[in-house]
């Protein structure tokens, strides 16, 4: 055993150690094992966004729990560390730092300013999560538009392709006006907003009259009310929604707009809530996904007043035929154009909504009231803006047919906690929209997709990259077998079109050929520009990892095979029907499985007041500050205090504990360790040292009956992913019964400074080399530098051995720490008596060491050991000077009843303390 330190200094041993853990390849991935010996963790590639914050510490600490346990338990473990930065993140992030923007520098350069600042975005990363002490193998490290990822994401899109499971169509679509592309479902946040609830007349006119809308004068036909929170979209109208209660009112009818006087359809359907507002209901192209709806099933007409921007544009043109009033449209309309649709301080002159709203209040019974309403906004999760829906060319993966074999490949994994698997079931079940995956962005995977025609003639083909040419960028690159025309290959200007010809037939995506490769014929080639979403890449992260998408198409077959699917995916609750949602469908399509066995789902990290952390409310807690205040094992052990599945608030007194905690194991060691000199011989374990008579003492049994309880329980919460309750039932051992018990319990015994009782000696400190060496095991994964220190010098022949006490087999076994169920009863049985001396010497407020002068008790049970280990014993521990038992005395006053035992005590303290 290797001399400790006076003190433990937590900076200088925490570097040290995770310098030695990663130059030694501690956490390497021994790629020469089976699968069956392998445990593969699909690791959340956190955002670069540019921001660290307690979340990180706290959910990808607590994966590390995990991964550390495994490779204890002997398995080689794939612990990766993947970067997705890709996309909109990383732009909004480029924007932010160099103030700048793509429109203004161009894509390609854009595009460089972007991967210098996800570069430094990752060092930073890296920085953090070695400090945080991860156990992840860093030559596995990826990322999301690294050139492997770029491939792998395209090959994903090129089988799904050839399986018909994607499509690219004109449709309405939720869209960003502030970042500028279409969103999926999954990337919408309901806000609530404050609002107005507006009560306006509609117009009512016959069919006949309808015919001749001009000769229509609003000021004379019938009116009805309907309600609308979103007024500036009048210009979009297209028909007025009925229950079809209301149908024989309706009938032979058409309904007139206010101020834009266009006559629209009056259509009947159930989904109109006939005992909500008026019972009417305005159809607008498009004002929410139930427009959207009745626009489809009834075929009505399209106006789109909202350009990209959410202005109001001004490429638009009423149909003459179905307007009372035409030049009195466009005036109103004209007064519109280019005002953004929604209020917001940066309108001059007010935003569309507040100018239709005044000018219904001028018109002559148009306006009736407006109410103050609060309601649910859908806006984008990222930006925060309000979405529009526009109709946009976009590229969609089918999962609206896949609903129920989906639900079954997530019926498939284990979800711990298991109640968090309802969400993604929820998920599915209210999906309306396929996955919308391309983006109108820059800085991500490009669609491996050309269109082709002939010059001057036919139709626009799709044409896509072979997996061969992959990765691929559109922008530049050209299909097989193409090459412009003027000889010299260049750069496509965004959107442009280049004329070539082709030496290769060029296919469709059912393999037929639609362009012959006769090397004369001109063909147009125009590139897609759009980019991939983010999730389309994210979403194959086991695959990034494995280095392969299908049978087919592979990288590398055996690493596939060998680490996908995966074991286990770690990941947050908010991103359920994001990223364990596509992952799920990703590998669902590509091999019909699924992509992992065990998904381990963890809370957010809170503010201390329990509020979401926040810049603006200045209550965000600096990981970085707080690791080199605090010590990585403190802040470690704060995030394993969260059960799984569970928000915790960040706190400074959880804190407090964690660092209460690291100094008690320091010290408990290194008192428990001064005892091992007095071995005679190596201990082998606690179960052979039992068996050959050298740990004979009822209360060493006892320790060690207690440990391998700690043991089988810690082990059985970590294989169902617990981890904090793996933890409180070690810490639960450590402290109770080791710290505040046997240490006082065994210590003179193995001190045994006058030899008088040699074997007696040798039970103890054996004991405690086989508690200690448990017991750092234990705690390893929580506070790994703390137990590698202590471990180093106190066993440092096992240490020599094995490298590190994280190394893989190192976890202690339970059948090595037998279990006396006898041996605890006794146990317990004398801590009672011990607690219930320390209560009484509390109540007459004296120190534990204060002296006894006359200890009595008495026991119920004729049992000779019990009273042999309180004999043995209690004149140490609790300072008596004389004691003796009392078999039955039934005048005895202090009588106690305990759980377990019944026993009486009388006990006189001294007049003098003797404590030292």
């Not at 390497?28 to 540019?50: F, L």
């Not at 699917?565 to 609750?573: F, I, M, V």
């Not at 590190?804 to 317990?828: K, N, Y």
């Amino acid at each position: 055993m290797k001399e400790l330190p006076k003190k433990y200094n937590h900076k200088e041993s925490e570097k040290k150690w995770q310098d030695s853990w990663f130059a030694s390849d501690v956490y390497k991935w021994d790629d020469r094992e089976t699968r069956e010996n392998t445990y593969v963790i699909d690791t959340p590639p956190p955002t670069v966004s540019g921001l660290l914050h307690m979340g990180h510490i706290f959910s990808y600490t607590q994966a590390d729990f995990i991964a550390r346990y495994q490779r204890m338990q002997g398995k080689t473990v794939f612990y990766p560390m993947g970067f997705d930065d890709n996309g909109l993140p990383t732009e909004r992030l480029v924007e932010k730092v160099k103030k700048i923007k793509a429109a203004k520098v161009g894509r390609e350069k854009f595009i460089e300013i972007c991967e210098d600042v996800a570069e430094d975005a990752r060092n930073e990363f890296r920085r953090l999560f070695k400090s945080t002490a991860l156990s992840v193998d860093w030559d596995q490290e990826y990322h999301t538009v690294s050139e492997d990822s770029r491939k792998i994401s395209q090959l994903s899109f090129l089988d799904l392709f050839e399986k018909e499971k994607t499509y690219r169509k004109l449709q309405p679509m939720l869209w960003d006006p502030m970042d500028q592309t279409a969103i999926a479902q999954a990337e919408v946040e309901d806000k609530e907003e404050k609002s107005h609830a507006n009560y306006i007349n509609f117009g009512i006119i016959t069919e006949e009259q309808a015919k001749d809308p001009s000769s229509v004068n609003w000021d004379e036909i019938e009116k009805v009310e309907i309600m609308t929170t979103r007024p500036e979209l009048l210009g979009a109208c297209v028909a007025l929604m009925c229950h079809p209660n209301d149908e024989g009112r309706f009938a032979g009818k058409k309904a007139v707009t206010p101020l834009f006087n266009i006559v629209v359809d009056i259509v009947t359907d159930d989904k109109v809530d006939k005992d909500k507002g008026t019972g009417l209901v305005m159809c607008c192209t498009f004002g929410d996904e139930t427009d959207i709806a009745w626009w489809r099933e009834h075929n009505l007409e399209t106006r789109i007043i909202l350009n990209k921007y959410g202005k109001i544009t001004d490429n638009f043109a009423y149909d003459v035929e179905k307007c009372i009033n035409i030049e009195k449209a466009h005036e109103i309309y004209n007064q519109l154009v280019g005002k953004k649709a929604r209020p917001n301080t940066g309108n001059i002159g007010g935003s569309a909504r507040e100018i239709v709203v005044e000018l219904l209040k001028e018109e002559k019974d148009a306006f009736i009231r407006q109410e103050e309403i609060t309601h649910m906004e859908p806006c984008a999760e990222r930006s925060g803006a309000a979405l529009e829906i526009l109709p946009t060319q976009q590229w969609f993966v089918k999962i609206l047919d896949q609903k129920e074999e989906l639900k079954k490949k997530a019926e498939e994994c284990n979800w711990y906690p298991e109640y968090m698997k309802i969400r993604i079931d929820q998920w599915i079940d209210g999906l309306s929209w396929d996955w919308c995956i391309s983006r109108q962005r820059y800085f991500g995977v490009p669609f491996p997709v050309w269109y082709v025609k002939e010059f001057n003639k036919g139709e626009w083909k799709i044409i896509v990259a072979s997996p061969e040419q992959l990765p691929v960028n559109p922008l530049v690159d050209l299909p097989d077998g193409c090459s412009p025309i003027s000889g010299a290959k260049r750069d496509f200007p965004e959107q442009n079109e280049i004329v070539c010809t082709t030496t290769k037939d060029l296919k469709d995506q059912n393999g037929n050929i639609v362009f012959r490769g006769d090397g004369e014929t001109h063909l147009i080639i125009r590139p897609e520009a759009d980019v991939m979403d983010t999730w389309a890449t994210s979403s194959v992260s086991p695959q990034l990892s494995s280095h392969g998408i299908t049978k087919d198409y592979t990288l590398d077959n055996d690493r596939h095979r060998q680490l996908f699917p995966a074991d286990l995916r770690p990941q947050a609750h908010e991103i359920i029907r994001t990223w364990a949602f596509y992952t799920i469908v990703k590998a669902h399509l590509h091999e019909d499985v699924i992509p992992w066995k065990n998904l381990m789902i963890s809370g957010w990290c809170l503010a201390s007041d329990k509020t979401k952390m926040s810049k603006s409310k200045g209550n965000v807690v600096t990981p970085i500050t707080l690791i080199e205040e605090k010590g990585t094992d403190a802040v470690r052990y704060w995030a394993s205090t969260s059960n799984l599945g569970s928000d915790t608030a960040f706190s400074e007194d959880v804190l407090k504990i964690g660092s209460k905690l690291v100094n008690k194991i320091w010290n408990a060691t290194k008192f428990g360790a001064i005892q091992l000199q007095h071995l005679k011989e190596t201990p082998t374990t606690a179960k052979n040292d039992i068996d050959r008579g050298i740990i004979i003492n009822e209360l060493d049994k006892w320790i060690i009956s207690r440990l391998g309880k700690a043991i089988t329980k810690a082990t059985s919460e970590f294989e169902k992913y617990e981890y904090c309750k793996a933890r409180n039932a070690i810490e639960d051992f450590f402290w109770n019964d080791f710290c505040d018990n046997y240490l006082e319990m065994a210590k003179a015994r193995a001190y045994n400074e006058e030899g008088k009782d040699k074997i007696g000696q040798q039970s103890a400190v054996v004991s405690i080399y086989h508690i200690l060496d448990g017991i750092l095991k234990l705690f390893a994964p929580f506070v790994p530098h703390i137990t590698e220190e202590l471990y180093s010098h106190i066993f440092d022949d096992k240490y020599a051995d094995i490298g590190s006490i994280h190394s893989r087999g190192t976890w202690p076994i339970a059948e090595e720490f037998p279990i006396d169920e006898e041996s605890e009863s006794l146990g317990v049985n004398f801590r009672e008596i011990l607690d219930v001396i320390r209560k009484l010497k509390a109540e007459k407020n004296v120190s534990i060491r204060w002296p006894i002068e006359k200890l009595q008790i008495r026991l119920l049970s004729d049992d000779k050991t019990l009273q042999y280990l309180v004999r043995e014993n209690i004149s140490d521990l609790m300072n008596v000077s004389n004691s003796k038992l009392i078999e039955w005395n039934s005048n005895l006053d202090n009588f106690l009843e305990t759980e377990n035992k019944s026993f009486g005590i009388i006990m006189e303290l001294s007049a003098e303390s003797e404590v030292a």
